[in-house]
């Protein structure tokens, strides 16, 4: 089982719809948890840190579930910028992050 | 302010070359991070160093790699006797650990693409 598991999707909304994604970690002792958004050739850029009570950042929310041990990321009105890959990373320990392998979002007009 | 920089940004080489490549984190950010990706799949961690801290290489695929960082700031990642299977996207990020900052998290420069043949 990998430590950081994510649905490749992709999943295709149109604009406005609200679409979420999911992200599970199998290290119960993890840390710190982030979503960072991949457009296509490009490098990651942070999205978003996700803390223990749930933060909310314009159209973006995200929740931490450590019973279940996932983080989502949920985003409302979806524009076309929005289409994106988007990787969740784990903080375990130290400074070593594991990404997941990302969930593309396409929005479509 | 300036960003995370890596160079060079493309990189071709002859399988069985050595190269190196080279990363300048954000200034004052005391973590500098390596990945890998290949096309189409999510980013491998490679190595990590943090301040004066000894590295963290649990990441490195084969004693062909290696990395070091002179003086805190710029750090090299060397691919020794190169394989077409190194071919990828290598990622190099930095983050903060200073009051005030949030410090693990992490800021990514553009990429090097190598390209073994």
């Known amino acids: 089982r990998k430590e950081v598991e994510q649905d490749p999707g992709p999943f295709n909304v149109p604009e406005g719809a609200t679409v979420a994604f999911n992200c599970t970690y199998s290290?119960?002792?993890?840390?710190?948890f982030f979503w960072y958004r991949q457009d296509c050739r490009k490098e990651p850029k942070l999205l978003m840190s996700v803390y223990s009570s749930g933060n909310e950042d314009g159209r973006f929310t995200a929740q931490l579930n450590r019973a279940s041990q996932y983080i989502s990321l949920l985003i409302r009105d979806s524009k076309l910028s929005d289409s994106a890959t988007y990787l969740c990373a784990v903080r375990s320990g130290g400074f070593k992050t594991i990404f997941g392998a990302g969930t593309r979002l396409f929005v479509k007009a | 302010g300036a960003g995370v920089s890596q160079s060079p940004s493309n990189k071709v080489t002859e399988k069985g070359k050595d190269v190196e490549l080279r990363c300048d984190p954000i200034s004052g950010h005391t973590a500098l991070y390596w990945y890998r990706q290949s096309l189409g799949q999510g980013l491998e961690f490679l190595i990590y160093f943090q301040g004066n801290s000894a590295p963290d290489k649990s990441g490195l695929p084969s004693d062909r790699f290696s990395a070091e960082r002179t003086g805190g700031s710029v750090s090299t990642l060397t691919i020794q006797r190169t394989q077409q299977e190194d071919s990828a996207v290598y990622l190099c990020?930095?983050?903060?650990?200073?009051?005030?900052?949030?410090?693990?998290?992490?800021?990514f420069g553009p990429g090097t693409r190598l390209t073994v043949t």
């Open positions: 990020a930095s983050s903060a650990r200073t009051s005030g900052q949030a410090p693990y998290e992490q800021y």
């Open positions: 290290n119960s002792a993890s840390q710190s």
